[in-house]
Each structure stands twice: as structure tokens, then as C-alpha cells.
């Protein structure tokens, strides 16, 4: 009977305190947290070149770096560990887990302005400009983005022949992309970008 007395009080005290912390949980914001503050700067995996500067993923932060004296001028912070910039006339084009798709507008290094987004629901490995086109390697497919204004990116195509899938840097020749994955390379026709045909398929050794 004594044991039994015992777990009935702890269960009471375990209920008891979820219910306070349910109240204090309560009285923040939907996931519990407050941000008081954060280091966006870390792990730097991808830089490219603008004029006299470069455009450098540093963490969560693109970072405009002056080369001559290689100091920072401009940052823009982003969500989430930046994977990919490519950068097209004054444009950067920045991917990332969290959101995908960031269009910056960097004529003035020294203060890069968000211009727009588009939401890719998988990790984006690779990317690729040709013309008014922006070529994304992610786990699971490869997509050809219509860039020509960059206010408005549209999804134009998405290639997926096997749901498991890693797509990688792709090089574009005239009407032909050359397209790396995790199963061996693959040649697509974009004459019309909005329907890529497979021409072939090189399978990998490990395929």
C-alpha cells in the first residue's frame, strides 16, 4: 500500500508541474522561446565572385567582402546555414534549409536589399545560372527556375526520376544540361525549359 501512495503522489507532482509549465509556456510566444539574440557568423561553404568583391555564405549571413583590403561591407542574415550563392548581373541568388530560395539585390555591396523568395521543399545541393534561368540541384529532384524577373522566380520544370535521388552541380551547353547525381549523370534537352527530355543516362559503377 505504501508504494502504491508513493507513485500516486510522484504522478500527482509530475502533473502538477507539466500543468505550471504549460502555463508559463503559455504566456510566451507559439514555440516556447523568445530570442533574446543570435551569432548568424559560422561554417563558410560557398563564395563567388562580384566585380571587386565576393559574396560569401559565412554561416547564416551572405557577407559582401571588399578584396582588396578583404574586409566585410555588407551583410544581409538569412535563417539557416547558407549552402549556394550564385550571382547573376547585380543579383545574388542564396539558397538555404529554411527558406528555400533568396533573391538579393547587391549593386551596393555595402547594403544588400531582399528583392524576393520562392519556397524549395527540399535541401538544395547545387545551383546553376544560364541566361534568365536558375538551375537547382536538390535530394530529390533538379528544377529549372525562371529568372528573368527577378521580383517573381517561377518554377518552370522539375525533373524526378527516382524518388531517392541527389542532384549535384549542373553545366548547361547551348540546349543541353549536363546533370551529376547520386546514381550517375544524366543529359537533358531544355530547348523548352518547361519540359526537360532525358536524352540519356551514364549510371555510376556504385549504381
Known sequence: M??????????????????????????YDSDGVDLLGRYPYGFCRTITPYGDHAVI?????????????????????????ITNICVSENYAFVTNPSDGLIILDISDPTSPIFVSSLAVDNYISACTIMGDYLFLGTYGSFRIINISDPTNPQLVSTFIPDDDLSF????????????????????????????PIQLSHLPSEFD
Do not use: R, W
Not at 559582401?64 to 551583410?75: A, F, K, N, S
Not at 549535384?168 to 523548352?192: E, F, Q, R
Open 57 to 81: 555564405g559565412n554561416g547564416s549571413a551572405v557577407q559582401m567582402i571588399e578584396l582588396d583590403e578583404m574586409e566585410p561591407v555588407g551583410v544581409f542574415i538569412t535563417e539557416s546555414v
Open 2 to 27: 505504501k508504494k502504491i501512495n508513493h507513485f500516486v503522489k510522484t504522478g500527482l507532482i509530475i502533473l502538477c508541474l507539466v500543468f505550471s509549465a504549460s502555463q508559463i509556456l503559455a504566456e
Open 168 to 195: 549535384g552541380l549542373a553545366h548547361v551547353m547551348d540546349s543541353l544540361v549536363y546533370v551529376p547525381s547520386s546514381s550517375g549523370l544524366y543529359i537533358l534537352d531544355i530547348t523548352n525549359p518547361e519540359s
